[in-house]
């Protein structure tokens, strides 16, 4: 059996990778730390773990958990970084969920969360966590740097087209909604049920923090900078991200649904709808699944892609079991294979 830590097992991507871990073949969690929580029963935080685990929370022991074969770090910014170096150097191999180590360069992480990385020097040792792009690179990683869910969509959406060299990359669009968990368990004002119910909101018009890590992954795949205006969204609901992402056509003589079904056509875990279908945030809830479908409105000049999944899955907690797989050698769906709940 895989053993398995979890850093800050508290949060909703904390409880959702205690939901999938508890359900996987392979995989033990001998270690949930939280200072908060420490000496609490899990099952007693979360009841709908009852009968799966009889660990209680813990303080963060670095000993602990470096002799377990994978460390899940499932905490805001900031927390990582002053953690993972240890634990690398103790031989620990680590999925870090959060955004400490998603950005290369240092300096553009200090712009964007207001503060110095404590661990500049490892940055260049994080392989980017999507698979479907880097699956070779994780599997011999020491350290991965789980992607962000606002990215996550809008990454799968966008890469046929940039590969190909087929859309205008200073001219990229990205108008993107998530559900209020997405904001995480803290408690907010803006996240009450009276504020969100009934609503639809954007935010961080301005710029967000997702947006370099969007940048980054998307200029990796078209070999030089993009420029992306991205605008999220919060809806009032609990799962889910829908990202509509719009890009100039500057070569139309490919049929875009056949390059986008071929392209994924041996991913596990990403599905292009038939043409002329859409997804829906709904059919994806729970599971570790982006759905995309694409358009050419009026056939003119600019394609419409949309991209669906559950921000607590493929766009978190699913993704880093998917990645965990991936550094074990096991089968990459093993633990992930759940269907979308419906209604």
């Not at 503060?115 to 991965?144: C, F, K, M, T, W």
């Given at each position: 059996?895989?053993?398995?830590?979890?850093?800050?097992?508290?949060g909703y991507t904390g409880v959702e990778l205690l939901r999938l871990l508890a359900l996987h073949?392979?995989?033990?969690?001998?270690?949930?730390?939280?200072?908060?929580?420490?000496?609490?029963?899990?099952?007693?935080?979360?009841?709908?773990?009852?009968?799966?685990?009889?660990?209680?929370?813990?303080?963060?022991?670095?000993?602990?958990?470096?002799?377990?074969?994978?460390?899940?770090?499932?905490?805001?910014?900031?927390?990582?970084?002053?953690?993972?170096?240890?634990?690398?150097?103790?031989?620990?191999?680590?999925v870090d969920l959060s955004a400490d180590y998603r950005i290369r360069d240092a300096a553009l992480?200090?712009?964007?969360?207001?503060?110095?990385?404590?661990?500049?020097?490892?940055?260049?040792?994080?392989?980017?966590?999507?698979?479907?792009?880097?699956?070779?690179?994780?599997?011999?990683?020491?350290?991965?740097?789980?992607?962000?869910?606002y990215p996550t969509s809008v990454q799968l959406g966008l890469i046929p087209l940039l590969a190909?060299?087929?859309?205008?990359?200073?001219?990229?669009?990205?108008?993107?909604?998530?559900?209020?968990?997405?904001?995480?368990?803290?408690?907010?004002?803006?996240?009450?049920?009276?504020?969100?119910?009934?609503?639809?909101?954007?935010?961080?018009?301005?710029?967000?923090?997702?947006?370099?890590?969007?940048?980054?992954?998307?200029?990796?795949?078209?070999?030089?900078?993009?420029?992306?205006?991205?605008?999220?969204?919060?809806?009032?609901?609990?799962?889910?991200?829908?990202?509509?992402?719009?890009?100039?056509?500057?070569?139309?003589?490919?049929?875009?649904?056949?390059?986008?079904?071929?392209?994924?056509?041996?991913?596990?875990?990403?599905?292009?709808?038939?043409?002329?279908?859409?997804?829906?945030?709904?059919?994806?809830?729970?599971?570790?699944?982006?759905?995309?479908?694409?358009?050419?409105?009026?056939?003119?000049?600019?394609?419409?892609?949309?991209?669906?999944?559950?921000?607590?899955?493929?766009?978190?907690?699913?993704?880093?079991?998917?990645?965990?797989?991936?550094?074990?050698?096991?089968?990459?769906?093993?633990?992930?294979?759940?269907?979308?709940?419906?209604?």
């Open positions: 059996m895989v053993k398995v830590g979890i850093v800050g097992g508290t073949e392979e995989a033990e969690v001998v270690a949930i730390t939280s200072r908060a929580e420490s000496g609490r029963r899990v099952d007693d935080l979360y009841p709908n773990l009852r009968g799966h685990y009889e660990l209680a929370f813990s303080e963060p022991d670095v000993a602990r958990l470096a002799a377990c074969d994978i460390v899940f770090f499932a905490t805001p910014h900031n927390v990582a970084m002053n953690l993972v170096p240890e634990l690398l150097q103790a031989g620990a191999r680590v992480w200090s712009q964007w969360y207001g503060e110095p990385h404590a661990s500049p020097q490892i940055l260049d040792q994080a392989v980017y966590g999507l698979p479907e792009v880097n699956r070779a690179d994780i599997a011999g990683a020491s350290l991965v740097a789980c992607p962000g869910c190909r060299g087929l859309v205008d990359p200073g001219h990229l669009i990205a108008s993107s909604a998530s559900g209020v968990s997405g904001a995480g368990r803290q408690a907010k004002v803006d996240n009450l049920l009276s504020e969100v119910a009934d609503s639809f909101k954007a935010y961080a018009v301005a710029g967000h923090r997702h947006l370099p890590e969007i940048e980054q992954g998307l200029a990796d795949v078209a070999g030089g900078p993009v420029q992306v205006t991205f605008v999220p969204h919060l809806l009032p609901m609990i799962r889910g991200i829908h990202s509509t992402l719009y890009a100039r056509l500057v070569d139309d003589g490919e049929d875009l649904q056949a390059l986008y079904e071929s392209w994924y056509a041996g991913e596990p875990f990403v599905d292009v709808l038939p043409a002329g279908t859409f997804p829906q945030t709904r059919t994806v809830k729970g599971a570790n699944r982006c759905q995309i479908s694409l358009q050419v409105p009026q056939g003119r000049d600019t394609v419409v892609v949309m991209a669906a999944i559950d921000n607590l899955v493929k766009g978190a907690s699913g993704q880093a079991v998917q990645n965990m797989n991936i550094m074990l050698g096991l089968p990459e769906d093993m633990g992930l294979k759940q269907v979308g709940l419906l209604p």
